[in-house]
Every structure is written in C-alpha cells, then in structure tokens.
C-alpha cells in the first residue's frame, strides 16, 4: 500500500525559506514521476514541480528560480526547497506520485501531479507579509 506522508509546513514571514519533505512507504516502482501542487485558499489547485526517476526536474514557470525539487532515493524521501517566499505561496502543499512503463509516453510535467495516482494529505504554508 502505497503511504505518501508530507511534513514541513511553517508560519514564516515573507523572504524567508522552507524546506518541505514527503516520505514515501510501499512505492515499489522502478519508473515514476513525483511531485508537489498547491491549493491556496479560493483558488484551483496548482501543480508545482516534479521529478522523475531520472532525476529529470520541471517547475512552473511561476515557481522557477525559487522553488527547487530532489529527492534521497536511499530514504524514499522527495524535498521542495522553497526561498524567498511571499505571502500568495500560503496554500496547502501536496506530494503525489505516479509510475508508468518505462518506454511510455508519459509526460512529468508539474500539471501532471493533480491527477496522479497518489497523494499524500498535505502541510501548510502561511507566509505573512
């Protein structure tokens, strides 16, 4: 059974920087695409950044420069770096995960992560200016 777990949601001040981590349990596969999206509050949700098995890293452009996506393969453990962080990065922050056959035309895009086979339950982010 696939367990994706988020952790690291904070009230910071504007500028400052979080590092949000999502550990995963039971993900047995060797080809995958993970990754973060967000749902801020009244708004659509919005998928972040990914990163695949290969290490390969995409990022909105709303989030490029910084936001920065990894992984410890060893630990099953995928971080979101997020730096200077202004008060419209306050949402709810999820991880979500997908694997596909290798050779496939499966495409690891951010927007890709809203509808992934599995998510975690989320951690939040409030940035007060």
């Known amino acids: 059974q696939v367990e994706l777990v988020e952790s690291g949601g904070d009230s910071v001040q504007a500028g400052g920087s979080l590092r949000l981590s999502c550990a995963a349990s039971g993900f047995p596969y060797s080809t995958y695409c993970m990754g973060w999206f967000r749902q801020a509050p009244g708004k659509e949700r919005e998928g972040v950044a990914v990163i695949g098995s290969d290490n390969i890293t995409k990022y909105a452009e709303s989030v490029k420069g910084r936001f920065t996506i990894s992984q410890d393969n060893a630990n099953k453990i995928m971080y979101l770096e997020i730096n200077s962080l202004k008060p419209e990065d306050t949402a709810m922050y999820y991880c979500?995960?997908?694997?596909?056959?290798?050779?496939?035309?499966?495409?690891?895009?951010?927007?890709?992560?809203?509808?992934?086979?599995?998510r975690g339950k989320g951690t939040l982010v409030t940035i007060s200016s």
């Open positions: 979500a995960a997908d694997q596909f056959v290798y050779g496939s035309d499966y495409d690891c895009t951010p927007d890709i992560t809203l509808v992934m086979d599995y």
